[in-house]
């Protein structure tokens, strides 16, 4: 996960960089929901080996990661999501990371499945993908 966000003087003019995600809510944020009506996603930390989230009060909300890249590219706030749909804007300076010290480690995608006896064959290709 990443934390990201356009322009540092703009930032500082705000309430200055967060030092802690704690500091987040004072901040311009975009936020992230699955679908109409859920809860805006709580944005993920860690400290010392023990996770916790933050709860920001974002002033822009949408459920496509797109518009929320989209729009803190364009100024519009901080946003939280995985590291690979940041990557691109990172690369080319759009972009700048906070708060990295606080990110907790992800421990990789998991795939549960029954069991291995009497798989379909098209869930065992499945899953022979997505291994390699």
């Not at 975009?30 to 010392?48: L, N, T």
């Not at 990661?65 to 364009?74: E, F, H, N, Q, R």
Request: with cysteine; aromatic share 14%.
């Amino acid at each position: 996960m990443k934390v990201g966000f356009r322009d540092m003087a703009q930032m500082e003019e705000w309430h200055g960089t967060p030092q802690h995600p704690h500091e987040l809510i004072h901040h311009r944020c975009i936020g992230w929901r699955k679908e109409p009506g859920a809860s805006p996603y709580r944005w993920e930390f860690a400290e010392q080996g023990r996770d916790f989230d933050v709860a920001v009060n974002p002033q822009l909300t949408t459920n496509d990661m797109g518009v929320m890249v989209c729009t803190a590219c364009a100024g519009g706030g901080i946003s939280f999501g995985m590291e690979e749909t940041f990557l691109p804007y990172l690369a080319r300076g759009e972009l700048v990371t906070l708060l990295d010290e606080w990110l907790p480690t992800f421990p990789g995608f998991y795939l549960y499945f029954p069991s291995r006896k009497y798989l379909a064959p098209k869930l065992r290709a499945f899953i022979d993908h997505v291994k390699m």
